[in-house]
């Protein structure tokens, strides 16, 4: 079982708008460490999206934005298209484990 | 740019030693953390720990007893071991490269990976 919670799953029609939800505690996000997030094409290697809570690597498009606020973060992508289609993690510190922490994972299906 | 590339043997025996390299290619080992993070099948992220390219090192309190991680700059790789494996041990590892900044506090210290290999599968099975 993971230490932060995001949904098995979400889905969007192409061109729409989804967001996936990521819920820590206080000994992580709620203790004000930041959230980070990653898409993952199986067989890839994993890909930053989002550092830093809502800050963009060169290369990630404006489509991807991220916030956070308490104890939970969230993951935004506008303008849904076929290539986002993959899994989606959030990671952030966690001070009691003194070691980074993952989300289950979300699966995006582009309808 | 700067590439990593996990390598080692795809099947390891139970209570055996699971030993894994990664190479990092296109760049210096200096002056970052490496890290390995691993997914058993069906389930999510696992943070295993860091090597600082000094050696210095920090592990997952739930593997500690079991895992060791060690860089060699001449070779620019660093390394894996995990002892006494069992079938839960079964997943596949992720090398990848970690920053870490303070926040603008300047208390909290963050972490993150933004450069990851493409992951190789270790089965563990007799």
């Known amino acids: 079982q993971s230490v932060l919670t995001q949904p098995p799953s979400v889905s969007g029609a192409p061109g729409q708008r989804v967001t996936i939800s990521c819920t820590g505690s206080s000994s992580n996000i709620g203790a004000g460490y930041d959230v980070h997030w990653y898409q993952h094409l199986p067989g890839t290697a994993p890909k930053l999206l989002i550092y830093?809570?809502?800050n963009r690597p060169s290369g990630v498009p404006d489509r991807f934005s991220g916030s956070k606020s308490g104890t939970s973060a969230s993951l935004a992508i506008t303008g849904l298209q076929a290539e986002d289609e993959a899994d989606y993690y959030c990671q952030s510190y966690d001070g009691s484990l003194s070691g980074s922490i993952f989300g289950g994972g979300t699966k995006l299906t582009v309808l | 740019q700067v590439q990593l590339q996990e390598s080692g043997p795809g099947l390891v025996k139970p209570s055996e030693t699971l030993s894994l390299t990664c190479t990092v290619s296109?760049?210096?080992?200096?002056?970052?953390?490496w890290s390995w993070i691993r997914q058993p099948p069906g389930k999510g992220l696992e943070w295993i720990g860091y090597?600082?390219?000094?050696?210095?090192?920090n592990y997952n309190p739930s593997l500690k007893s079991r895992v060791t991680i060690s860089v060699d700059t001449s070779k620019n790789q660093f390394s894996l071991k995990l002892s006494s494996v069992t079938a839960a041990d079964t997943a596949v590892y992720y090398c990848?490269?970690?920053?870490?900044?303070?926040?603008?506090?300047?208390?909290?210290?963050?972490?993150?990976?933004?450069?990851w290999g493409r992951g190789t599968l270790v089965t563990v099975s007799s």
């Open positions: 990848a490269r970690e920053h870490n900044y303070y926040d603008s506090s300047g208390y909290k210290q963050n972490w993150y990976f933004d450069l």
């Open positions: 830093g809570n809502s």
């Open positions: 296109g760049g210096s080992i200096s002056s970052y953390y």
């Open positions: 090597i600082y390219y000094s050696g210095s090192t």
